[in-house]
């Protein structure tokens, strides 16, 4: 099963073209790993940076990926379960202020980021194939559940490259 670009909401494009992964557990395994030993290799000193002023902190980027894998992984199980009912969107920013961040150490976030990301697997292996090519309507627009697999994935990897480039990597 290939995915198709066209039925990406447009927003989601971008995250989704930075996975070269065809299989969707294949990519859900690949970016989960990449991130985690990203996140184990971000020293203690950096857990605040903000690369700039008004950016979310090494520790509020990491919760935002915590809080949208939840809630992609949440919208991919009542769409593949059969639930018609429209699902709303979220507000990234208003989640990131509420997350908790500065109290977690990077130690806690790496380790529940690694336990969600096996949920989430074990989520999509328990999907038939006619599940994985359901259809629903989150945040106004009509997505698969495949589709929400590889959101998941390429939304990792578009902020595990600015982690790494705007965060991780000293400036000369």
């Not at 930075?18 to 990449?34: C, F, K, N, V, Y």
């Not at 429209?86 to 509420?98: T, V």
Request: glycine residues 2%; neutral net charge.
């Amino acid at each position: 099963m290939l995915l198709n670009l066209d039925t990406i909401p447009h927003f989601y494009k971008n995250y989704v073209k930075q996975i070269e992964e065809t299989d969707l557990l294949q990519a859900l395994r690949i970016s989960g790993h990449r991130m985690v030993e990203v996140v184990h290799s971000i020293p203690v000193t950096k857990q605040d940076y903000r690369y700039a002023s008004g950016k979310w902190s090494v520790r509020e980027l990491l919760c935002h990926l915590i809080d949208a894998e939840r809630i992609f992984a949440y919208r991919a199980l009542r769409i593949a379960r059969n639930d018609k009912t429209p699902l709303e969107g979220f507000e990234e920013n208003d989640y990131a202020l509420q997350a908790n961040a500065p109290n977690r150490p990077l130690k806690s976030i790496a380790e529940e980021m690694s336990r969600l990301r096996a949920s989430t697997l074990d989520l999509y292996q328990s999907f038939s194939p006619e599940m994985i090519m359901r259809k629903g309507v989150a945040n106004k627009n009509e997505i698969s559940v495949m589709a929400l697999a590889f959101i998941i994935a390429g939304h990792e990897t578009h902020h595990r490259k600015i982690l790494v480039e705007r965060y991780l990597t000293e400036k000369e």
